[in-house]
């Protein structure tokens, strides 16, 4: 299958320019910082990742490691404006997103809404929920209104109205609203 995720050499040749690098706030959630580095090999950009998003995790550098081409997608697309509808770097929704992170990740293909998408799931609870698991958010609505994708110690990565970022699932908000996580049933068999 055909790889899609950016080269970490265009990663690299951007990070010369003053984009955007995620940083943990107070709240747990992942927002921008002015700077990002500049690496001049895979190895330290990949050696970035992992340092960077064990820590927002809080998880051992193993865990980063075992997926590094999921945080690859997810450095990548971290500050993505939030367009509903849209599925570009442009502007990008929560169902779009992770409709492209299985396409692009995973290589596996799911449909672009979220009930639908939810629909494809086996029900997952929050305790037993896995890095991939999709998340299920009815806010105000008898229906699925956000997804986002868990990673791990309760963070998970999503298109929110403030664009694309990690947040925590122990926030009030995403407690309050979230329905349930989802494996897809093709990942069960």
């Known amino acids: 299958m055909q790889q899609t995720t950016a080269h970490p050499k265009e ?9 955007t690098k995620p940083i943990p ?4 959630s992942v927002t921008n910082r002015t700077q990002k580095p500049v690496f ?25 490691r075992n997926n590094i081409e999921l945080y690859k997608f997810i450095d990548q697309w971290t500050g993505t404006p939030y367009k509903y509808g849209g599925s570009t ?6 169902s779009g997103l992770a409709k492209t992170l299985y396409d692009q990740v995973y290589h596996q293909q799911i449909t672009r809404d979220g ?6 799931c086996d029900p997952i609870k929050k305790d037993e929920l896995m890095e991939g698991d999709l998340l299920f958010f009815k806010i ?3 229906y699925i209104t956000h997804v986002g994708i868990y990673l ?25 609203y979230f329905f349930s996580g989802g494996r897809l049933k093709t990942m069960n068999k």
């Open 11 to 19: 990663h690299i040749e951007s990070a010369k320019t003053n984009n």
């Open 25 to 28: 706030t107070k709240n747990n």
């Open 89 to 94: 770097m442009n502007g990008i929704d929560c």
């Open 40 to 64: 001049k090999t895979e190895k330290e950009y990949d050696k970035y990742l992992i340092d960077y998003y064990s820590e927002v995790l809080k998880t051992p550098k193993s865990y980063i």
């Open 140 to 142: 105000g609505s008898r």
């Open 152 to 176: 791990g110690n309760n963070k998970f990565f999503h298109a929110s109205s403030k664009g694309v970022m990690v947040s925590d699932l122990n926030e009030n908000y995403y407690k309050r």
């Open 115 to 120: 009930n639908s998408q939810f629909k494809e």
